[in-house]
Nanobody, 124 residues
């Protein structure tokens, strides 16, 4: 599976961005999908995840109520709508795919495939 993340950019605090992650290669639907982010000098952290059939969604507390994850099976794409962005949301954002069937995982080590990352910068 190849994952291509896009949609990052520079935005002012309070603004919005929508990230996309397009999957190609093997069938998209069996995968749980997750978004992670990594700021300079920090570890990669879980942001949001959606189960393979869309019935389970999980968010980090820091983004709950501001970010929304969704997936479009017809386009083999998962999205992260980010609203009310804050400077502390600045990071490189990665999408990832997990072949497991144990629900949405928060540990990066649970994921089997990763996209290349897209930079999100929020200015104050």
């Amino acid at each position: 599976v190849q994952l291509q993340a896009s949609g990052g950019g520079l935005v002012q605090a309070g603004g919005s961005l929508r990230l996309s992650c397009a999957a190609s290669g093997r069938t998209f639907s069996p995968y749980n999908m997750g978004w992670f982010r990594q700021a300079p000098g920090k570890e990669r952290e879980f942001v949001a995840g959606i189960s393979w059939n869309g019935d389970r969604i999980d968010y980090a507390d820091s983004v709950k109520g501001r970010f929304t994850i969704s997936r479009d099976y017809t386009k083999n794409t998962v999205y992260l709508q980010m609203n009310s962005l804050k400077p502390e949301d600045t990071a490189v954002y990665y999408c990832a795919a997990d072949l497991g069937r144990y629900g949405v995982q928060r540990m990066p080590s649970s994921y089997d495939y990763w996209g290349q990352g897209t930079q999100v910068t929020v200015s104050s």
